[in-house]
């Protein structure tokens, strides 16, 4: 059995109010478009970024040195919070102070990445505080969460969210146990808010044991699912093609180069469609990323200070 190696900082995220709604303004637009990077062949690569330490440009540094494509495809902001509101006795969404900052800065933090290409997504976290996805008390509940989702989506111009059900702490705060309809209402209620953007499922936790209620099956409303387990390889449980699945999952800095290539190596082999990765820093890590590329995209990267 593997253990999950994730590290997660979240500033005082036990003591600070949470965001119960959102005020929408303008619909944020993603400004002049640059040319993107040169398209590549090869698998979707993921990389998840701990934005309480590093900055989300870095995932624009790396480039394919035969080419000049993007090494990275998709951007994960990590992370947002579910968090529970005592008073009203509903989950809300929060945003830490290094989170907001992100979204608050998407003209300098987001959109050069999106004008590279690279989409950008906020994964959505538990928070120790009983709220998650898999206990909304009702249907009304997890359609109210997933309108805030939506909102913040379209209110900071991002491509999508992504869900990672851990720390949730499921009865703390009085509230309820996972439940089998929970997940479902509200995959269905985002998917139907934002149907052309992101959805993508860390597959762990209760939540993602619970995709089918009612004669509804959500696995179709995501775009991507993959392995929570840094240096294993496990199919995640979900009825995707294999276009859509990361059975890899690499920490950079931490997985070894052997493992991280032989990962690689297996998901091209075994006609897998994404590689994810966690954990992108500041430091020079080009030898660390090139250890997939070649794999993945037969090219080493180039990193751009």
Same mark, same amino acid.
């Given at each position: 059995?593997?253990?999950?190696?994730?590290?997660?900082?979240?500033?005082? !995220?036990?003591?600070?109010?949470? %965001?119960? &709604?959102?005020?929408? /303004?303008?619909?944020?637009?993603? $400004?002049a478009a640059a040319a993107p990077a040169p398209a590549k062949q090869g698998p979707t690569s993921?990389?998840? +970024?701990?934005?309480?330490?590093?900055?989300?440009?870095?995932?624009?540094?790396?480039?394919?040195?035969?080419?000049? $494509?993007?090494?990275?495809?998709?951007?994960?902001?990590? !992370?947002?919070? %579910?968090?529970?509101?005592?008073?009203?006795? !509903?989950?809300?969404?929060?945003? =830490?102070?290094?989170?907001?900052? +992100?979204?608050? =800065?998407? @003209?300098?933090?987001?959109?050069?990445?999106?004008?590279?290409?690279?989409?950008?997504?906020?994964?959505?976290?538990?928070?120790?505080?009983? &709220? $998650?996805?898999? =206990?909304?008390?009702?249907?009304? &509940?997890?359609?109210?969460? @997933?309108?805030?989702?939506?909102?913040?989506? +379209?209110?900071?111009?991002?491509?999508? %969210?992504?869900?990672?059900?851990?720390?949730a702490e499921y009865g703390n705060n009085g509230t309820g146990q996972p439940n089998a309809s929970?997940?479902?209402?509200?995959?269905?209620?985002?998917?139907?808010?934002?149907? $052309?953007?992101?959805?993508?499922?860390?597959?762990?936790?209760? @939540?993602?044991?619970?995709?089918?209620? *009612? *004669? +509804?099956?959500?696995?179709?409303?995501?775009?991507?699912?993959?392995?929570?387990?840094? /240096?294993?390889?496990?199919?995640? *449980?979900?009825?995707?093609?294999?276009?859509?699945?990361?059975?890899? #999952?690499?920490?950079?800095?931490?997985?070894?180069?052997?493992?991280? @290539?032989?990962? #690689?190596?297996?998901?091209?082999?075994?006609?897998?469609?994404?590689y994810l990765t966690y954990n992108l820093d500041g430091a020079d890590r080009s030898a660390d990323?090139?250890?997939?590329?070649?794999?993945?995209?037969?090219?080493?990267?180039?990193?751009?200070?």
């Open positions: 059995m593997f253990t999950p190696v994730r590290s997660r900082i979240r500033t005082a !995220a036990l003591a600070l109010s949470a %965001i119960t &709604a959102l005020t929408l /303004g303008a619909t944020a637009t993603t $400004g993921v990389a998840y +970024v701990e934005v309480n330490n590093n900055s989300m440009l870095n995932i624009g540094k790396y480039t394919l040195a035969n080419g000049g $494509g993007n090494v990275f495809d998709v951007a994960v902001i990590f !992370a947002a919070n %579910i968090n529970y509101d005592t008073g009203t006795k !509903a989950a809300t969404l929060y945003f =830490n102070e290094n989170v907001q900052r +992100v979204l608050d =800065n998407a @003209a300098t933090q987001i959109r050069p990445l999106q004008q590279k290409g690279i989409k950008v997504v906020l994964s959505v976290l538990g928070n120790h505080q009983g &709220a $998650g996805f898999a =206990n909304f008390p009702s249907q009304q &509940a997890a359609s109210t969460f @997933a309108k805030r989702l939506s909102d913040t989506v +379209v209110k900071y111009g991002l491509d999508g %969210i992504d869900f990672d059900d851990e720390y929970s997940f479902v209402y509200l995959v269905s209620a985002l998917r139907a808010n934002m149907p $052309g953007k992101i959805i993508s499922l860390y597959n762990i936790g209760p @939540a993602a044991s619970r995709l089918s209620y *009612g *004669g +509804v099956d959500v696995s179709s409303k995501f775009d991507y699912a993959w392995n929570p387990y840094y /240096g294993s390889w496990q199919v995640p *449980g979900i009825a995707l093609p294999k276009s859509k699945l990361s059975p890899a #999952a690499v920490e950079i800095g931490r997985t070894s180069q052997s493992t991280v @290539a032989n990962l #690689a190596r297996r998901t091209v082999s075994e006609g897998y469609g994404v990323v090139s250890a997939f590329t070649r794999e993945l995209y037969g090219s080493d990267a180039h990193y751009t200070p």
